[in-house]
């Protein structure tokens, strides 16, 4: 059993930047694909971003395309979403989740492990 822990989130002003991490325990997260999803106050969760467990492959949401990156680091079971040029609108939480395949995907439905969220506001 793979178990998220998300860190990193918090109160930043337009314009900054963040770095949100997901530690996975209980075993190894090999071959998981990695994604990072969001839900705005009010609104469904929404793809962010994912990437292939030997991180190869990247995909991501053209609302944040170009100003975040999804990276990962296999040896510390560790995948990170570095946010820069943060938007009002980015703000939401921010959920971590794995999928036991090398393929990514946007579907929320296709992960099988989900973190307890980290609250990411942007203030205007």
């Known amino acids: 059993q793979v178990q998220l822990v998300e860190s990193g989130g918090g109160l930043v002003q337009a314009g900054g930047s963040l770095r949100l991490s997901c530690t996975a325990s209980g075993r190894s997260f090999d071959p998981y694909t990695m994604g990072w999803f969001r839900q705005p106050p009010g609104k469904e969760r929404e793809f962010v971003a994912a990437?292939?467990?030997?991180?190869?492959?990247?995909i991501y949401a053209d609302s944040v395309k170009g100003r975040f990156t999804i990276s990962r680091d296999n040896a510390g079971n560790t995948v990170y979403l570095q946010m820069n040029s943060l938007k009002p609108e980015d703000t939401a939480v921010y959920y971590c989740?794995?999928?036991?395949?090398?393929?990514?995907?946007?579907?929320?439905?296709?992960?099988?492990?989900w973190g307890q969220g980290t609250q990411v506001t942007v203030s205007s």
């Open positions: 990437i292939s467990w030997i991180g190869a492959s990247t």
């Open positions: 989740a794995a999928r036991r395949s090398p393929i990514t995907t946007r579907s929320a439905r296709e992960y099988d492990k």
